[in-house]
RNA sequence: CGGGGUGUAGCGCAGUUGGCUAGCGCGCAGCGUUCGGGACGCUGAGGUCGGAGGUUCAAGUCCUCUCACCCCGACCA
């Protein structure tokens, strides 16, 4: 794909010939986030910045987030950005899996620390050494905390909102008396708080699953997922809930008293999601003409483009805008008009690019007529009419029909690229057909070395254990022994 | 971190074998004409060529180092 080479039209008209041109998925990628102002780079290698459209969204989607925490009865809290050094070496796996990635703080001023501190990558350590001292009986339990951050993960490899150095996220830290009530939490967490959110907010389908061992995080009994599939066939962990089992209450000395007077050892879990999700959001639902953001967690949901000539005219259909912005407003939409000084083809592109659900034409003609029209972003062919007086009821149930058009264009597309595979070579082919890449669904018999083969030969890795096995047993993918495990494979992000 | 590529105006690019006040398109500012799918004219502002060092009478063009970004791998939310 050519990059703003030749001469003529704008650069953002530019863009939408560009992208028109989807082949190149990475770069149709990045010019969007970049193109819609959702972040850019920083001077920073692996850091961005994300710009106010991008952290409008993101704001949307903490309050999605935020608000089915505190449904499921967690309360937020604040723990520090730094970690004394010492602290990361307590969970050995843990220490193993974030060491290679975590930034250090040697020197204050002109000071050397006595104790390096690291930024935090996660939290589990710092708040375990809280938890140690906050929990003392089985009555201090559940604890249920979550809190709003950011964390460094120095990555050497980064793509705005995908993989940051710095990213935002929320992560959840709980402990519990027993192991069933620790499974319970982290299982509640995948569904109810972040399958519930990606699946009805975001309009993104996702497979939750349980982690193989090597996808395991470091340090957890269990990681479970919640899998969804990009533009471009390849996978993405939306969302993560792991159960800790003692590792790290052992680790950071997590115990209580329980009701018959034993000391035991407490259960903890740990869950997080990060900004990540606005770049799935992007890869999710983007098409040629840029975004489309699905209307819960879109900053704008509707955008009203005034159309005139003569300034009698600008002043009838500014009645009309008046009216209609003081009606949807009322019914809960937000919605913005443009009136800058352009014509109504440059602010059509311009809206479609930042993905704005809904569009409302209002013309002289409408104006006259006492109507507006509304040209959906998942259709623009389906135009309708509608009076003003209906559109307190008639945006509202448009946007939840375009809220689910995406869903169900996303559930289509990712079924397109659902394969089974019965054989190695079946496999291996489907991973190695760029153009239809997808999920690849095929028995395992649970050896780490046939899931290691499996990814060294075709980049692929098992994304999860789907929760909802099919039950039953097969052949082995790999080795064809008897398997009883129903893998999801694909390639990731 | 390994392989490949790229850094010239806010963005995208061109700059012939080193040689005059470094160009072009978009964008931006002003004025005018336009306005139901990305308009146009005129005028104008804006770069010292990623950074450092070197070679040379002369460096955007050559050399060394360095930084950043992109693509492909390995690592990861």
């Avoid at 993560?240 to 115990?255: M, V």
């Avoid at 395992?444 to 047993?473: H, N």
């Avoid at 097969?474 to 080795?479: I, K, L």
């Amino acid at each position: 794909m050519s990059v703003d080479e030749d001469t003529g039209a704008s650069g953002e008209a530019r863009f939408v010939e560009e992208l028109a041109d989807k082949d190149d998925f990475s770069q149709w990628y990045q010019d969007t986030v970049r193109k819609a102002e959702m972040a850019e780079d920083s001077p920073v290698r692996g850091c961005m910045i994300i710009r106010p459209y991008g952290y409008a969204i993101w704001e949307n989607a903490q309050r999605g987030i935020d608000d089915r925490i505190k449904a499921t009865g967690h309360e937020n809290a604040y723990f520090p950005l730094f970690i004394p050094g010492s602290f990361l070496q307590r969970e050995a796996e843990h220490v193993e899996g974030f060491a290679p990635e975590v930034a250090w703080v040697t020197r204050a001023g002109s000071e050397e620390l006595a104790e390096p501190l690291v930024v935090r990558p996660t939290s589990e350590t710092i708040i375990g050494h809280a938890y140690a001292r906050w929990v003392q009986s089985y009555r201090d339990l559940p604890l249920l905390i979550n809190q709003w951050a950011n964390v460094v993960r120095w990555e050497k490899r980064t793509r705005l909102f995908l993989r940051t150095s710095e990213f935002l996220w929320q992560e959840g830290h709980t402990v519990h008396r027993t192991e069933d009530d620790a499974e319970r939490e982290t299982l509640l967490i995948l569904h109810q708080v972040y399958q519930d959110f990606v699946e009805r907010e975001l309009a993104m389908p996702v497979i939750p699953g349980l982690k193989s061992d090597s996808e395991r995080f470091a340090g957890a009994l269990r990681t479970y997922t919640l899998e969804a599939m990009m533009g471009d066939g390849k996978a993405l962990q939306a969302g993560t809930s792991h159960n800790l089992g003692q590792n790290f209450a052992r680790a950071f000395d997590i115990k209580f008293q329980d009701a018959d007077g034993q000391v035991k050892i407490a259960w903890t879990t740990s869950w997080g999601m990060s900004t990540r999700i606005i770049g799935a959001l992007v890869m999710v639902h983007g098409d040629a003409s840029g975004l489309r953001l699905p209307p819960r967690v879109a900053p704008t949901q509707a955008i009203i483009v005034p159309i005139w000539r003569k300034e009698a005219e600008r002043e009838a259909v500014a009645a009309v805008v008046a009216e209609v912005e003081a009606t949807l407003r009322a019914a809960g939409v937000r919605v913005k008009a443009d009136w800058r000084e352009e014509r109504p083809g440059f602010k059509y592109s311009h809206w479609e690019l930042r993905g704005v659900p809904l569009r409302i034409e209002i013309g002289p003609r409408d104006a006259q007529k006492g109507e507006v029209v509304l040209v959906p972003r998942t259709d623009r062919t389906a135009k309708e009419s509608v009076a003003v007086g209906e559109l307190g009821s008639r945006v509202p149930a448009l946007l939840d029909e375009i809220q689910r058009a995406l869903y169900d264009q996303a559930v289509a597309f990712r079924a397109s690229r659902t394969y089974r595979a019965s054989s190695f070579d079946e496999l291996a082919e489907r991973m190695a057909d760029r153009e239809h890449l997808g999920f690849v669904e095929a028995w395992w018999c649970g050896d780490a070395a046939c899931e290691a083969e499996v990814k060294t030969r075709t980049q692929a890795t098992i994304r999860c254990l789907p929760l909802d096995q099919p039950g039953g047993s097969g052949a082995c993918v790999r080795c064809g022994k008897p398997a009883a495990k129903w893998a999801v494979f694909g390639k990731a992000y």
